[in-house]
C-alpha cells in the first residue's frame, strides 16, 4: 500500500510548502486540495465577518473542488494538512473528504495555523473520514515537526 499528503493552502502557501516538503521527506504522492472558486486575499480576510471563508463556515457550505485523487484504493496511509478556521478544517476540505471512501485507512491530521493549538479539529474532521482511524493531529509549522521521518 502507499502514503498521499494531501493539503489544502490558502493566500500565503505555508501548508503547501510543508506538504511538499514531507511527500518529498517520506517518498509520498501530494494532492493538492482546490476549490472550483479560488479564494481571493479578501475572501480570506477572516477579521471580515462578511468574508467568504466566514460565510462558508456559518452556513456550513459545501466548496465544491476541482479534481480528484487517482487509484484511491491503493492508499492505506494519508497525510491530511490545512490551516485551521474557525477551530476546525475549512469546509472546503470538508467537501473534498466527503468524496472518498476512508475505511482501511490511518490519518495524520497536520495544521499550520491556528494560535491556540489544534483543540478538537480531528474530532470535529471524524464524521468526514468515516472509517478511517484519525493516527494524531497536531499543529506544525515545518514538515518535521509531523515526525513521519
Not at 502507499?2 to 511527500?23: N, P
Not at 490551516?83 to 468524496?99: E, L, Q, R, S
Request: proline residues 5%.
Amino acid at each position: 500500500m502507499k502514503t498521499i499528503v494531501i493539503c489544502f493552502s490558502a493566500e500565503q502557501g505555508k501548508t503547501r510548502k510543508i506538504a511538499e516538503a514531507l511527500s518529498r521527506g517520506i517518498g509520498a504522492d501530494l494532492f493538492e486540495i482546490r476549490p472550483e472558486q479560488p479564494y481571493t486575499p479578501a475572501e480570506l480576510r477572516w477579521i471580515n465577518p462578511f468574508a467568504r471563508c466566514n460565510t462558508e463556515k456559518r452556513k456550513k457550505a459545501d466548496v465544491p473542488v476541482v479534481g480528484k485523487v487517482e487509484n484511491w484504493d491503493e492508499y492505506d496511509t494519508v497525510y491530511l494538512g490545512f490551516p485551521i478556521w474557525y477551530y476546525a478544517a475549512p469546509n472546503v476540505v470538508c467537501t473534498f473528504c466527503k468524496g472518498y471512501d476512508w475505511s482501511g485507512k490511518t490519518v495524520h491530521i497536520f495544521a499550520t495555523s491556528g494560535s491556540s493549538g489544534i483543540g478538537k479539529t480531528a474530532e470535529k474532521l471524524e464524521p468526514y473520514v468515516k472509517g478511517a482511524v484519525i493516527a494524531d493531529a497536531k499543529r506544525v509549522t515545518s514538515a518535521e515537526e509531523i515526525g513521519a521521518f
